[in-house]
């Protein structure tokens, strides 16, 4: 019991009994005061046990009623409210001066900061990282992740990781709840940022799920099996300078000209061996040439050294895939797409220039001079440490965070080459009318001038090589 509740008390005990002792009976006026002063007593004691009922149940009773699902993409759950009125809206006692309340107050949002610090919750449906948290500013960063089995049927539905920010009403909700119930996650697109709602579900029972992607944010797509595809990179809406734009290039990198890109995602990182020869065995087809059965180029059984000189930098799953055609890629998109349910595709020229350049207009996006060590190019000019590919994301990212877009393999885009710049680097050809597709980015073998941002190349569809690999985009954000 407070101090406040034990005063009331004592007040209501002595005022009633003097109100009808034997001395207040023959004074009217103070025994109708002191009956008053009980009266007064006896309301507030009874309104702050009732306040102090409240209070405690709303502790400690989960804050939403469990209904039957679909709810529709409009719909939500309510919060409850109240709901953590201990930390967020204490009352200020009746004998307490404004001074002690404050610090009171302070006292209990920084005890709340310093527990929901402390926790990482486990959900049922995944984990959920509190990575920044001010109950203040009414801010709290979260971070997600989806594991369960049970998850899984509904993964389409669902952003399988990233960084979302919610209010302090989400924020309480999540920490009253605790590990009782799985969390699903509602989100919103509004402008730049994403307005989240967390809705707490029973085991079994789902909810459709709208989610949407931030500019720079990392994610990957679930397949059929339960692993994950690619990581990905979503690439914001912008225009920029397509070209030549430092001058002393090829004629075929002109005219500069200015091109809008619309939002999009980006491979990360090239594909690599390890996910491009996953898919070669699900489905059985699309061996690179150095796997191929009866080639002359086969490292186990063919009489050509082409790739068999490039040692453990073929076969390491961690670097990237070479050896493949541009039908090889565009089968290993359509691949992913079924496994995923999203759109995935080569590029185009003008994405992959967009994406490689992030908002520079430099021969390279660090600068106009190659340097030293900061790329995966002929190694008298990049003098790096690789003598053929080097393992992806060896380098530093560019500013959209995408690893070697300079150097590592030519990239295979879905643009159809022309030796002077007339639309076609903003639009993909189709698998029947593919005849010279561009590449982009240089490769191990190239000069500092062959690995520059502006510059292109072409290969038959049907060419596979040492230096050619390619990374993916997705479109359907």
Not at 87 to 95: I, N, S, V
Not at 307 to 331: F, Q, R
Not at 362 to 377: E, F, L, P, Q
Request: charged residues 25%; contains cysteine; positive net charge.
């Amino acid at each position: 019991m407070t101090l406040k509740l034990f005063i009331l008390a004592v007040l209501f005990v002595i005022s009633g009994g003097a109100a009808f002792s034997e001395y207040f009976k023959g004074h009217k006026f103070l025994s109708l005061l002191a009956m008053a002063v009980a009266i007064i007593a006896t309301f507030y004691l009874f309104k702050d046990i009732e306040e102090d009922i409240v209070r405690r149940s709303a502790q400690v009773e989960p804050s939403l009623p469990v209904v039957a699902p679909p709810l529709k993409q409009s719909e939500s759950l309510p919060i409850k409210k109240g709901d953590f009125a201990a930390y967020f809206q204490p009352k200020q006692d009746m004998f307490e001066t404004t001074a002690t309340f404050q610090a009171r107050r302070l006292q209990l949002l920084q005890q709340f900061n310093a527990e929901v610090k402390q926790r990482n919750l486990d959900y049922q449906a995944g984990v959920l990282r509190l990575n920044r948290y001010n109950a203040d500013t009414q801010i709290f960063a979260v971070n997600l992740k989806w594991q369960a089995d049970w998850v899984k049927p509904f993964s389409e539905h669902l952003q399988n990781s990233g960084s979302v920010k919610i209010g302090v009403k989400e924020a309480k909700q999540i920490y009253q709840e605790g590990s009782k119930k799985p969390l699903f996650i509602t989100a919103n697109l509004k402008g730049d940022q994403v307005n989240v709602q967390g809705v707490m579900v029973e085991k079994g029972w789902t909810y459709s799920i709208e989610t949407k992607l931030l500019p720079g944010q990392v994610f990957t797509d679930r397949l059929q099996d339960g692993s994950s595809g690619p990581e990905m990179v979503v690439i914001p809406a912008g225009q920029f300078r397509m070209g030549d734009i430092q001058g002393g290039g090829s004629s075929d990198e002109k005219p500069v000209h200015r091109v809008s890109v619309k939002r999009f995602a980006m491979g990360r990182y090239e594909v690599t061996v390890g996910e491009y020869l996953r898919f070669v065995r699900k489905t059985g087809s699309h061996a690179p040439e150095w796997m191929e059965t009866g080639s002359d180029y086969n490292i186990k059984t063919g009489t050509d050294n082409h790739y068999k000189n490039l040692g453990s930098a073929l076969t390491n799953e961690n670097h990237p895939i070479v050896g493949i055609s541009w039908h090889d890629a565009v089968a290993y998109a359509e691949w992913l797409s079924t496994q995923t349910g999203y759109t995935y595709r080569l590029p185009t020229e003008a994405e992959w220039e967009y994406a490689a350049r992030a908002g520079t207009d430099t021969k390279y996006w660090w600068g106009n001079d190659i340097g030293s060590n900061k790329a995966n190019c002929s190694n008298s000019y990049c003098k790096d440490r690789f003598e053929y590919t080097s393992p992806v994301g060896s380098f530093n990212s560019n500013p959209f965070d995408l690893y070697d877009t300079v150097g590592n393999v030519w990239e295979w885009t879905c643009s159809e080459y022309e030796n002077k710049y007339n639309g076609k680097e903003k639009k993909c050809t189709s698998k029947n009318r593919a005849r010279r597709p561009v590449v982009r980015d240089g490769s191990w073998s190239d000069v500092a001038g062959g690995v520059r941002t502006a510059d292109r190349g072409r290969n038959s569809h049907d060419y596979r090589d040492s230096v050619v690999g390619f990374r993916l985009a997705r479109i359907n954000l």
